[in-house]
């Protein structure tokens, strides 16, 4: 009996890069984020961010329809590492946030994503606006991925976030910002199990041994 061979059935697994599948597909990436503090009343101390955003993404929803602008719906857990250029303070925290996908357009996907986060800062100690170590982050953004090559995507995106301690301690006037990030994706899309591979390549050998005159 021939050896297996597996090359035929896991290569016909394979997902193109546009297909929009639920069953294990996850996002990995990581962006860099510069914010700038909003001028608005009692934004004050002209807040400057730069912060490290690791991610990990999951998809719980696709759309087919044609009629739906949107292609897909996913979950992202992302973390906060970072330093407040002025006035000073670290950032150590994580987002949760909800992520709609567009229709890909060519190379690119825009999206659209929201939610909120928290974090441990001594930017209070630094900053009127805030109070206290402990604050959260809502927040909304746009962006889109350009695929550089398939499942590899450069990301863009801009993001609008508000900063307080949710009124844990007085006073809690919080601040607005706007951030720019830049970041790199990968994307892994399911395949045939390992175990299922091997028998419907077994299975092809026995036929075409049983074909033979």
Do not use: C
Request: hydrophobic share 40%.
């Amino acid at each position: 009996m021939n050896a297996p061979n597996r090359a035929g059935p896991v290569q016909a697994a394979k997902i193109s890069r546009d297909d929009r599948t639920p069953e294990g597909r996850w996002t990995y990436g990581a962006q860099l984020g510069f914010a700038l503090e909003n001028n608005i009343p009692r934004n004050i101390s002209h807040i400057v961010l730069l912060v490290a955003q690791p991610h990990v993404g999951l998809t719980l929803l696709n759309f087919a329809s044609p009629r739906v602008p949107a292609s897909r719906f996913a979950i992202v857990t992302e973390g906060i590492l970072g330093n407040a250029v002025h006035p000073g303070g670290h950032l150590l925290g994580s987002n949760l946030l909800f992520r709609l996908d567009g229709r890909p357009k060519h190379r690119a996907v825009p999206y659209f994503d929201w939610g909120a986060g928290f974090l441990h800062t001594t930017l209070a100690t630094r900053a009127p606006e805030l109070s206290g170590n402990l604050q959260f982050i809502p927040q909304a953004g746009v962006g889109f991925q350009y695929f550089v090559r398939p499942r590899r995507a450069v990301v863009l995106e801009y993001r609008y976030l508000h900063m307080s301690n949710a009124g844990i301690r007085e006073p809690n006037h919080g601040w607005n910002g706007s951030m720019l990030s830049v970041g790199y994706e990968w994307l892994l899309r399911p395949r045939l199990p390992h175990w299922n591979a091997f028998r419907a390549s077994h299975t092809r050998s026995l036929l075409s041994a049983s074909s033979k005159p």
